[in-house]
C-alpha cells in the first residue's frame, strides 16, 4: 500500500480523531482542517482554515492524496447547510481539476427527505458523485450504541430504515474510522455508497469483499435508493453547485 497524505476535515471531533489515529497507524500522513491548529490530533499537521470561507482552503488541499470527511454541524443547528453542505463544496472547489480519493460521512436514513439536517447531508453525497472524483460515501448507523459482542460489519444499500433511533442500526465510532480510511486504498470501494451497521460476532480483519460485494452508484445518487428529490425540483443555488463540480470532471 502507497502512504497517502490524507486531509481530514472534522478532525478534531470524535469520529475524526479516530481516523485520524487509524490512518497515522497505517502510515499515511495526516493534515487537519481547523480553525484552531492547537486543538488537532497529535502527529497530525494541522492548517488554519474555514471550511465555510473557500478562499481559506488552499493550503489545506496542496498536495494531498485523499480527503476524509466526518465533519458536521449540531443536528438541526442552522449552520447544517453551510457546514455540512458548503463545506463539501468548498473543498471540491479549492480541489479543483486534481484527482484526489474522497471519503464522505453523511448518516444512515439521510434519503428521507423529512427536510434540514438530512436534505444538506443527502445534498453532499450528490456534490461528491457529480465531481467525478473516486469515492466512498458512508452512512453509519447510531454510534457506539452497539454491545460488547457487537462489532461484525454489515454493509447495506437502498438506505430503508428510517426509524430515527438505534432500530436503524448500530455501530461503533471506531469501526466507522476503519471503514473511512479502509475505503481510501481499496479499489473495490470506488463509487460505491453503503449503510454502515454491526451485528453479533467479531469484525472482519479485510473489508475488501464486503466492499466488492456493493453496486456502484447511480449517476446523482447511491445504488438502490428510493426515489430522491428530481433535480429540477432542487433550489437554484443547488443546482447550480452541482453544475460547478461536474465541471470539475472534465479534468484532463
Not at 442552522?78 to 473543498?91: E, M, Q, S
Not at 429540477?232 to 443547488?238: K, L, Q, S, T
Request: hydrophobic content about 40%.
Amino acid at each position: 500500500m502507497t502512504p497517502l497524505t490524507v486531509l481530514l476535515v472534522g478532525g478534531t471531533g470524535s469520529i475524526g480523531r479516530l481516523v485520524a489515529r487509524r490512518a497515522l497507524a497505517d502510515g499515511h500522513t495526516v493534515r487537519v482542517l481547523t480553525r484552531r491548529p492547537a486543538s488537532a490530533p497529535a502527529r497530525t499537521e494541522a492548517v488554519a482554515g474555514d471550511l465555510t470561507d473557500a478562499s481559506t482552503l488552499a493550503a489545506a488541499v496542496d498536495g494531498i492524496d485523499a480527503v476524509v470527511f466526518t465533519h458536521g454541524a449540531p443536528y438541526q443547528s442552522p449552520k447544517v447547510r453551510d457546514v455540512d453542505y458548503g463545506g463539501v463544496l468548498n473543498v471540491l472547489t479549492a480541489i479543483g481539476a486534481r484527482e484526489v480519493r474522497i471519503a464522505l460521512m453523511t448518516a444512515i436514513g439521510v434519503t428521507n427527505r423529512a427536510g434540514g439536517y438530512h436534505d444538506w447531508k443527502r445534498r453532499s453525497e450528490r456534490l461528491v458523485r457529480a465531481s467525478g472524483q473516486a469515492h466512498t460515501i458512508v452512512r453509519p448507523g447510531w454510534f457506539d450504541c452497539n454491545d460488547d459482542d457487537q462489532h461484525r460489519l454489515h454493509f447495506l444499500q437502498g438506505d430503508r430504515r428510517w426509524a430515527g433511533s438505534p432500530a436503524d442500526g448500530v455501530i461503533a465510532r471506531e469501526q466507522i474510522a476503519d471503514v473511512l480510511v479502509a475505503s481510501l486504498t481499496s479499489p473495490e470501494a470506488d463509487g460505491k455508497t453503503l449503510e454502515l451497521v454491526a451485528e453479533r460476532g467479531s469484525a472482519q480483519p479485510d473489508l475488501d469483499p464486503l466492499f466488492a460485494a456493493l453496486a456502484p452508484d447511480k449517476g446523482l445518487d447511491g445504488a438502490d435508493d428510493t426515489a430522491n428529490l428530481p433535480l429540477a425540483a432542487e433550489p437554484a443555488d443547488v443546482r447550480a453547485g452541482l453544475e460547478a463540480v461536474t465541471r470539475l470532471a472534465s479534468r484532463v
